[in-house]
């Protein structure tokens, strides 16, 4: 099935391997060329590299379930040294097929998924989708590694590593910064355990499979799914299936995605549980899973920004 998929996009971004030109994508200026996949890894490389690397990413409004790469991300890519990847399915074929398509044998792509304890990384499910090839039912590891601010501490520092490697004269610089960042992580993740410490009610339905790493960090238990596969609303039965659970467990809270605009299903629940009762005090909470983001909005701060947000908008609905 990947093999297909790859064929696919490889084909697609084949054409670009051929054409010559000018590369307008880069500044004019020394220092490691850093792409990156989606937003989170930008922010964590953006902190590291500083005036010392130039960082650009990749996809912003379509988010890495649904990204199919294009021309402009393999121009990208063409003169890079290093693309950083989250890994764990969701963004390595992207990966290999932008560094097929760009022609830049040289370019390296670090995983950094493979930086995690593997003892520490959780079962989920494989639910791409490129061009309706769809494969909803393959089992294995969940790839939000990124909403948890523990592992986004080991991936900074990865990233620290790999820049150090390729540019050694500003090492002490990536030493410098990353120490900061990641200062500023572990920061997060105290004012986010402070925020919910006391919290007796720590249970909520996530809006789709992506918030496992997120409740482990900070001790909430994720009791459903409202969409098993991201962008596809449940149906009736499953719809039924949820409110009950939902009366059975006493799950009050569900989260709702500001990427998804409509969010009909997890509003017909809650309304289900309002009407006819069950669980007291049924809301619904914004919780980003931070996989998009316009370019506007991409600032090196982002990802602290958006994680605080869902903190904040959590330990107000919590009890
Ligand atoms: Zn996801």
């Not at 054409?19 to 996949?37: A, L, Q, T």
């Not at 990749?58 to 890495?64: A, E, I, L, R, W």
């Not at 294009?70 to 063409?78: G, P, V």
Request: aromatic share 6%; net charge negative; proline share 6%.
């Amino acid at each position: 099935m990947n093999a297909v998929r790859c064929g696919i996009l490889l084909a697609a971004l084949l054409p670009i391997g051929c054409g010559g030109g000018v590369d307008s994508v880069w500044p004019e200026r020394p220092g490691p060329k850093v792409v990156v996949s989606f937003a989170p890894v930008y922010c964590w490389a953006v902190n590291v590299a500083g005036e010392d690397a130039v960082v650009k990413n990749m996809m912003s409004t379509t988010g890495p379930h649904d990204f199919n790469p294009t021309d402009t991300d393999a121009r990208l890519a063409r003169k890079a040294d290093l693309f950083f990847i989250n890994g764990l399915n969701l963004d390595n074929d992207v990966a290999s097929a932008v560094k097929k398509g760009s022609g830049n044998a040289k370019l390296k792509v670090i995983d950094l998924s493979t930086k995690l304890p593997i003892d520490q990384l959780m079962e989920g499910q494989c639910h791409h989708q490129h061009h309706g090839h769809d494969h909803p039912h393959e089992h294995g590891t969940d790839p939000h590694v990124w909403l948890s601010p523990d592992f986004a501490v080991l991936m900074t520092e990865a990233i620290r590593d790999e820049l150090k490697a390729a540019d050694p004269e500003h090492a002490a610089n990536y030493d410098r910064r990353a120490a900061e960042y990641v200062g500023k992580l572990r920061a997060l993740k105290a004012e986010g355990v402070a925020k919910l410490a006391g919290k007796k009610d720590r249970k909520l339905v996530s809006f789709h499979e992506s918030l496992s790493y997120f409740a482990r960090s900070f001790d909430l238990t994720v009791s459903g799914v409202v969409q098993k596969k991201p962008g596809q609303e449940p149906n009736t039965e499953e719809l039924r299936d949820l409110v009950k659970m939902c009366r059975e467990k006493q799950v009050r809270v569900l989260a709702v995605e500001p990427q998804y605009t409509a969010n009909t299903s997890a509003k017909a629940i809650l309304d289900e549980l309002k009407r006819n009762g069950g669980v007291a005090d049924p809301a619904l909470v914004e919780i980003d899973p931070l996989e998009t983001v316009t370019p506007q909005a991409l600032t090196p701060a982002w990802y602290e920004e958006r994680m605080r947000a869902n903190l904040t908008a959590l330990a107000e609905v919590l009890k």
